[in-house]
């Protein structure tokens, strides 16, 4: 009688939603986090026990204990949380009991110190926004109880309880970080550990932009820049594998950017996009996704053909954009567009083979040769000689010798690092591009960066202080110094994703691992170590992960070892 009566399909064994709503998993995670310490109470004699907030909590508020953190506000009471790293997400206060009932706080989030302390002005020179992720607000505390914000790219957080005469209770002060929760399949490990760092911070930038999608930046560009993100799929296939963001974030930007539109309405991401395309499909094998895709793949490059005359002109479209530093030199970057249009026509050609259509393929080989009777000069820029080394249209060593080594690392920028690092190594220069990447890269280390940055000139370095701790007086405020275009000041983002590039540059020509065919079946393994004594690490491929470990003699002789799984040919 009584298992009739509690009968077990009595009761739901899920929850219940109202039919027909629309419901979407969250694909992220969630992790809390306890400040690693708190740089700075103003003023100390209004706060009791501060200490506690440095304990690991447990989100539960209570009504009695002795061990809260206590403010007693005579005035502004302000203090500064660090909490370590950068990272996405928010922050999560746990109080007790408050009076009067809710306070008032103001909230500023920081990638550095100085940008916790700062104002949005309204747009104004160095400012720092809240135009993408809200950083800086007005925020109201209960009673008692656990309540949160926030959803951006922080490491600092500085906390300011506004009402007078209030008392506050904080139980906790906890970070909430937003993350997707991967395996790092792919390592790397050599003989120079500030190369072992730069891997590994490359790898964590990329990470945190891993989002709903592909992100450029988790402060500020938080949307999908197709032709910002090469360096990021480079990096998550070195990685984190084959992983399914990549293929649902260029899915949503031909859908957001339908033919005749170029994506991001900038014609040069459109030819971005088919490098992107063709390193994705080299890695993955994943001919469906091609297929999926072949008629905006052939509309694009029918589209991109038709602006290309016979007498080598073309008109694609009025805009011709590279990169923001190299924006000022028109007659260059005619030159680099033209040779990005010429590597995004050869990859086309390719593409359109792998799909069986060879109309469209010729159709991509013979816009390329039209395209390629006129070679326009560089004017001296750095990053059109890179793209026509990539191309074919200058040969590698006259780009790094005229260029690239000419002008040095003084022209390095974090987007376009990574192709002259790949130019560099295309000429055999592999140790100079390793002693780029220490000194370039590891500026950003040695200034505090736990990310790395949208924009970092090595010339910065001098009398800068560190973004992880307050301005000595006589110092330069790096973050309010410098940047340029729509990055200037606290606007540039501290964690950008296209920055990520020493990651696959050190996998591919120090570990060694070139893909020679789709879906990894078949790798090359031609490791450069330079100086190195040793170099060692994983690569992830769609059919398992490969263990590469070489080794220099005393003489100069490299010792490899390769494991690999079955179905994965290599060749020595």
Not at 32 to 41: A, D, G, K, Q, S
Not at 240 to 246: L, Q, S, T
Not at 348 to 355: D, R, S, T, W
Not at 477 to 498: N, P
């Amino acid at each position: 009688f009584l298992a009739a009566v509690f009968s077990l399909a009595a009761f739901p064994t899920r929850i219940s939603l109202p039919q027909n709503v629309q419901v979407q998993k969250d694909e992220l995670s969630r992790l809390y986090l306890t400040p690693m310490r708190i740089m700075w109470v103003s003023p100390k004699d209004n706060v009791e026990n501060i200490e506690c907030l440095l304990k690991k909590g447990d989100g539960q508020s209570v009504f009695f204990n002795p061990n809260i953190c206590k403010i007693k506000n005579r005035g502004v009471t302000s203090f500064i949380l660090d909490f370590g790293k950068e990272i996405h997400g928010g922050i999560q206060f746990v109080t007790g009991l408050c009076s009067p009932s809710i306070i008032n706080v103001r909230i500023r989030f920081g990638e550095s110190v100085s940008e916790c302390n700062s104002d949005v002005n309204g747009g104004k020179e160095n400012s720092s926004a809240n135009d993408f992720a809200i950083r800086d607000r007005i925020f109201t505390l209960p009673h008692h109880g656990t309540t949160e914000l926030g959803n951006m790219g922080f490491r600092f957080v500085r906390i300011d309880v506004l009402d007078s005469n209030a008392t506050v209770q904080l139980k906790e002060i906890r970070a909430i970080m937003r993350y997707r929760d991967i395996s790092y399949l792919g390592s790397f490990h050599c003989s120079d550990a500030r190369l072992d760092s730069i891997w590994d911070v490359g790898a964590y930038t990329t990470h945190l932009n891993m989002q709903e999608y592909l992100w450029d930046g988790i402060k500020r560009d938080r949307t999908i820049w197709v032709g910002d993100m090469h360096p990021e799929v480079a990096t998550i296939t070195s990685v984190f594998g084959a992983n399914p963001i990549v293929e649902k974030t260029l899915s949503k930007i031909i859908e957001q950017y339908p033919l005749p539109h170029w994506l991001n309405n900038y014609s040069s991401y459109s030819m971005w996009y088919l490098v992107i395309l063709y390193d994705w499909y080299m890695y993955s094998g994943n001919k469906a996704y091609l297929l999926k895709n072949k008629n905006y793949l052939k509309g694009l490059i029918t589209q991109m053909s038709n602006h290309i005359h016979d007498d080598g002109s073309e008109d694609l479209a009025p805009k011709r954009f590279l990169d923001w530093p190299s924006s000022t030199n028109k007659e260059g970057v005619e030159s680099g567009y033209r040779a990005l249009l010429s590597l995004s026509l050869d990859r086309a050609e390719k593409l359109a083979l792998f799909i069986g259509d060879s109309e469209i393929a010729e159709i991509a080989l013979k816009a390329q040769k039209r395209l390629n009777k006129i070679i326009k000069s560089p004017n001296g820029l750095e990053q059109a000689a890179t793209v026509m080394a990539l191309s074919g249209t200058m040969s590698a060593k006259e780009a790094c010798s005229e260029y690239i080594d000419a002008n040095g690392i003084q022209n390095f920028t974090s987007f376009f690092g990574y192709y002259f690092l790949t130019v560099l190594a295309m000429n055999g220069e592999y140790q100079q591009a390793m002693d780029y990447i220490s000194k370039f890269w590891g500026g950003m280390l040695d200034l505090g960066a736990t990310t790395f940055w949208e924009d970092f000139n090595i010339n910065w370095m001098q009398n800068a202080a560190r973004i992880d701790e307050f301005v000595p007086k006589g110092k330069i405020d790096v973050h309010a110094s410098y940047g340029k275009y729509c990055y200037s000041g606290y606007r540039c983002s501290y964690c950008h994703g296209w920055a990520s590039g020493p990651t696959p540059w050190l996998t591919k020509y120090v570990l060694g691992v070139n893909i020679a065919e789709p879906g990894c079946k078949k790798l090359i393994i031609s490791p450069h170590l330079g100086n190195l004594t040793f170099a060692e690490g994983t690569f992830p491929t769609p059919l398992g992960i490969v263990k590469i470990k070489h080794v220099k003699s005393v003489l100069g002789k490299i010792t490899t070892t390769v494991s690999a799984p079955k179905g994965i040919k290599i060749i020595q």
